[in-house]
């Protein structure tokens, strides 16, 4: 059984148990399409950036879980009021937050004032769906995970992170190799370095682009930096053994990842994308069957003022993780 946690807003907040029970939870859910776990739920679906995979999946996932999703729109936090009152509000309808924003800040500011879950469908700090999507995906295709290693190459971001914790948690080793100055911030343990060579002995390479959103007017410097990085049938070869490939998608093809590579028979994208359905179905789940229903009617009766004053700032104590 997972703990109890009000969020999932990073997969540093588990345990090692923890992401056993969501993996394991996870790989059920690829057999159980609809079983209505969540029947008669409501789930708000807030997406700042587009989104394809995750907005589909999650809206899949809440559907075939017999829950109802409500999308909000492409609006960003705090625009038309602030994330407080977007948060109290919310409390006061719906089950569960699910939100896709640049800024992490702010979705733990979200977090921090919903009585309910709120979910990380991606910042700019954290992808923790994609990175369960992707321990499930290489669980399909290894016998055992142990002794195995995934090799990042790019720009460390958000997937590299997420991914970094998950193979962590799972017991998978994991290098980055990313470019002098866009490699793991001070502070992250990762083992980290600057060759593309460094991918030999590698069981899995992931990359990512190299120009996340926000970041277009340094694309054309980017391009020419990770130049030596793209993932092409040369660099592949150096792992010296039938390797896979990785990457969250969307891909831009002919910059990190050439076109012979993703689309080789090695290539796993599409099942990582596949497996974003079962691993957001498990989040879900685990989030909202071990929430407290009582504690939730409570908390919205004192949003409407029933019990006197709300003291929000121990309320968000309680409620973060961190």
């Given at each position: ?34 079983n209505f776990a969540l029947a008669g739920k ?281």
């Amino acid at each position: 059984m997972m703990n109890k946690y009000a969020d999932m807003l990073s997969l540093g907040q588990l345990s090692k148990s923890d992401f056993s029970y969501l993996l394991s939870s996870a790989a059920a859910q690829r057999t159980n399409r609809l079983n209505f776990a969540l029947a008669g739920k409501n789930i708000a679906l807030i997406f700042e950036k587009p989104s394809l995979r995750t907005r589909v999946t999650f809206e899949v996932a809440i559907r075939q879980l017999g829950a109802w999703p409500i999308l909000l729109g492409e609006s960003q936090l705090g625009e038309r009021e602030s994330i407080p009152d977007l948060a109290r509000n919310l409390s006061l309808w719906v089950d569960c937050i699910v939100a896709r924003v640049f800024r992490h800040v702010n979705l733990e500011e979200l977090a921090s004032f919903a009585t309910i879950p709120v979910i990380n469908a991606l910042s700019d700090w954290e992808h923790p769906c994609q990175a369960l999507a992707d321990v499930l995906t290489l669980s399909e295709v290894w016998d055992e995970i142990e002794n195995k290693t995934v090799a990042y190459v790019g720009d460390w971001n958000n997937v590299s992170r997420s991914l970094w914790k998950a193979c962590e948690l799972s017991g998978i080793g994991f290098r980055a190799i990313c470019p002098k100055g866009f490699g793991p911030h001070s502070g992250e343990a990762v083992d980290w370095l600057t060759e593309p060579d460094a991918v030999e002995g590698a069981d899995a390479i992931y990359t990512d682009v190299w120009t996340s959103m926000g970041q277009e007017s340094e694309a054309k410097e980017r391009n020419e930096i990770f130049l030596p990085y793209q993932v092409n049938e040369r660099l592949f070869a150096k792992t010296g053994k039938p390797s896979f490939f990785m990457h969250c998608l969307p891909a831009h093809r002919g910059l990190e990842v050439t076109d012979p590579v993703i689309d080789s028979d090695n290539s796993l994208v599409f099942r990582q994308a596949a497996n974003r359905l079962p691993a957001e179905k498990a989040i879900l789940i685990s989030l909202l069957e071990n929430h407290d229903e009582t504690a939730i009617e409570e908390s919205r009766a004192r949003i409407l003022g029933r019990f006197g004053h709300l003291d929000h700032h121990s309320l968000a104590q309680r409620k973060l993780w961190v």
